[in-house]
């Protein structure tokens, strides 16, 4: 059997709540890369000195952020029942992610591309709330809007106008729904829009949390 050749793509869905917000996104490789050599699965690895597994992350989530939707792509060599397959990672994955449902994909190399992805951004001050709509409606007015990233002394700005799709609050349940959009050029940081509307409204976005509620790729 060629253990390089591409048999099955599957899709596994999970949630990333709790502790596990921590985890950065090379924690998150490392512990993926142990619960799926414990689910005993046919993985195509790379190639080269060091081979692992052929992981693919649609999306590398922020650190501290809930996220209610995250996928990881996997490639096998050989078929796995798709039900056997979701039993065996739910199993290797213990308590430290919630394993939602497994899907398979057209068995191809190219990798799907993100789209957009949803947030809600929870827990404004009761003296901010009569201000949030004010403090949209200013931002999404503006043309440009810069914000700088980058280690210290390598910070260079970038206009992340273009990827607000929406903003909006839903006051009945005192969130901020926050849409980005996702390009080949680049995209914006769900915490980035949090801290320029709590500036806007005289919060501390250090009492703010973010959930990402979803994700649509191509």
């Known amino acids: 059997m ?17 502790p596990a917000i921590y985890h950065s996104h090379h924690d998150m490789m490392r512990f993926w890369e142990r619960a799926l050599r414990r689910a005993d699965l046919p993985l195509r690895m790379t190639q080269g000195f060091n081979p692992h597994p052929r992981l693919v992350f649609p999306h590398a989530l922020g650190l501290g952020v809930t996220s209610l939707h995250e996928e990881i792509e996997l490639e096998l060599y050989r078929k796995v029942p798709l039900e056997e397959l979701f039993a065996r990672v739910k199993s290797a994955a213990g308590d430290t992610l919630g394993i939602v ?26 003296s901010s709330l009569p201000h949030l709509n004010a403090a949209i409606a200013s931002l999404l007015a503006r043309d440009e809007i810069q914000v700088e990233r980058g280690a210290a002394g390598k910070r260079r700005g970038m206009n992340i106008r273009p990827y607000l799709s929406a903003i909006a609050f839903d006051s009945g349940r005192e969130k901020v729904l926050l849409e980005i959009a996702h390009t080949t050029t680049g995209s914006a940081r769900p915490d980035e829009v949090a801290k320029l509307l709590a500036a806007a409204v005289g919060d501390n976005p250090a009492g703010l949390s973010i959930t990402k509620t979803a994700m649509r790729l191509e």
């Open 2 to 18: 060629n253990h390089s050749e591409l048999v099955q793509k599957t899709v596994v869905r999970f949630r990333k709540t709790g």
């Open 101 to 126: 449902e497994a899907t398979n994909l057209p068995p191809v190399k190219k990798s799907r591309q993100m789209v957009s992805s949803s947030y809600e951004i929870a827990g404004w001050q009761q």
